[in-house]
């Protein structure tokens, strides 16, 4: 066996493993870009979740106040059109999150 067909016997082997590593190097970063998005969605749920607890609070004050009062004021309104916000807010994005689910 000559030099150069040594070589390449050698090479081919060479070649297929880096292809082969390569293919799972792609394979991670797509899984890992995947899981950010994931974080990302998750997180603006967490914020929405946390929005509506205090859009719930403050409608809920609100309410109390103008039962204390015996009349309704600016705040009960106020923290009724913040609570439909919020809620319109969080219905808006579960909706887009399963439009996504449904075409991924």
């Given at each position: 066996m ?34 950010e ?68």
């Amino acid at each position: 066996m000559d030099l150069q067909t040594l070589i390449i016997a050698m090479s081919i082997p060479s070649g297929v493993t880096a292809f082969c590593f390569w293919m799972i190097e792609q394979k991670i970063k797509k899984q890992q870009t995947e899981a950010e998005e994931k974080e990302k969605i998750r997180e603006k749920n967490e914020v929405l979740i946390i929005k509506s607890v205090m859009a719930s609070i403050a409608l809920g004050e609100a309410a109390a106040t103008a039962l204390k009062n015996g009349h309704a004021n600016g705040e009960t309104e106020a923290a009724l059109e913040y609570a439909h916000k919020i809620k319109h807010e969080q219905k808006d994005f579960l909706t887009e999150q399963g439009i996504k689910g449904i075409y991924e």
